[in-house]
C-alpha cells in the first residue's frame, strides 16, 4: 500500500528557494500514479498547486505557481520533488503530497482537484519570512 512522506520544509526568506521532497513507501513503484503537490494557508481552502502524470511526466501548475515552482520524479529513489524558487510570503502554508493510481492526463488537467487524489502525506510547513 502507497505511503507518502513529505520533508524539507523551513523558514526561508522572500525571494529564497526551498525544495520539497515527497518519498513513496518501499516497494511501491510510482511509475502508474499521477502525483500532486498541494497547499494549505491558515484559514483557506487546500490548494492544488502542481500534478504530474508519472509515466508520461505530463505536467500542470496553478497561476499562482507557474514559473516560480518545478515538480520532478525521480525513478531511481521513488521520490517527487517540488522546487520553489522566488518564494514569497503568500506562499507560507503546509505544502500536501497526494497521489492517485492511473496514469490518465486528465487528472492533471484544469484545476487541480484534491478530490482526485486519496493518498496524502502528512505534510510539510513552509514559512517565507524575513
Known amino acids: 500500500q502507497l505511503q507518502l512522506v513529505e520533508s524539507g520544509g523551513g523558514l526561508v526568506q522572500p525571494g529564497g528557494s526551498l525544495r520539497l521532497s515527497c518519498a513513496a513507501s518501499a516497494g511501491v513503484s510510482l511509475e502508474y500514479y499521477t502525483l500532486g503537490w498541494f497547499r494549505q494557508a491558515p484559514g483557506k481552502e487546500r490548494e492544488g498547486i502542481t500534478c504530474l502524470t508519472y509515466k508520461s511526466g505530463s505536467t500542470n501548475y496553478a497561476d499562482s505557481v507557474k514559473g516560480r515552482f518545478t515538480i520532478a520524479g525521480d525513478n531511481a529513489k521513488n521520490t517527487v520533488y517540488l522546487q520553489m524558487n522566488s518564494l514569497n510570503p503568500e506562499d507560507t502554508a503546509v505544502y500536501y503530497c497526494?497521489?492517485?493510481?492511473?496514469?490518465?492526463?486528465?487528472?492533471?488537467?484544469?484545476?487541480?482537484?484534491?478530490?482526485?487524489?486519496?493518498?496524502w502525506g502528512q505534510g510539510t510547513q513552509v514559512t517565507v519570512s524575513s
Open positions: 497526494a497521489a492517485v493510481w492511473g496514469p490518465y492526463p486528465g487528472i492533471c488537467m484544469g484545476v487541480i482537484d484534491k478530490y482526485r487524489f486519496n493518498t
